[in-house]
């Protein structure tokens, strides 16, 4: 990933803590769908730079399951207060020895879902990125309206400026 758009990715989701992580499954009829979860992102900027974002899961989960026929996903970001807006697909993998690394990047919220570091059923989710797609207002919200106001006054019309970029990594 080149370092301009590793930098604007960080920046665009280092203080989003929850993303919405999408797969497909099936139904009861066999039926493909789309499924979606939240997910508290585990914050690794050398992750990042290796186009890598981690998660905690169970081994034993639908997700996993779900994820483990061929780790196509999604993960969407939106910090509305802001206008931005960051849609990320990958392919999910799963570590369970890397010891380390969970220690790294143990938080005490996860104490709820697990026994601690030590859980025999705790895992990393791995989402090697592959694509990323981001919309980031140059203007927020008030300060756009307001804008637009103005110009519809002064007899101008160009609409609100929105960066809009794909990269594929």
Same mark, same amino acid.
């Given at each position: /990933? ?6 604007? +990715? ?6 989003? =803590?929850?993303? /919405? ?20 992102? +585990? ?22 399951? =779900?994820? &483990? ?20 697909? &990958? ?33 990393? /989710? ?16 008030? /300060? ?10 002064? &007899? ?6 929105? =960066? ?6």
């Amino acid at each position: /990933m080149p370092e301009q758009s590793f930098e604007k +990715l960080k920046n665009l989701i280092k203080d989003i =803590e929850y993303c /919405m992580l999408s797969s497909t499954t099936k139904d009861d009829r066999g039926n493909a769908y789309i499924h979606s979860r939240p997910m508290k992102t +585990l914050w690794d900027e050398d992750g990042l730079r290796n186009q890598r974002l981690y998660f905690f899961t169970s081994k034993n989960c639908a997700k996993t399951r =779900e994820l &483990g026929n061929n780790g196509q996903c999604n993960l969407s970001f939106s910090d509305a207060s802001n206008h931005t807006y960051v849609s990320v697909s &990958g392919t999910a993998s799963f570590m369970e020895n890397d010891r380390e690394l969970i220690k790294r990047l143990w938080n005490p919220f996860f104490d709820m879902y697990f026994k601690g570091i030590d859980d025999p059923n705790l895992c990393i /989710m791995v989402i090697d990125i592959h694509h990323c797609e981001y919309w980031d207002s140059s203007q927020g919200n008030m /300060m756009a309206i307001i804008t637009t106001y103005i110009k519809d006054a002064l &007899g101008i019309k160009e609409p609100i400026q929105t =960066e809009n970029v794909k990269l594929t990594v």
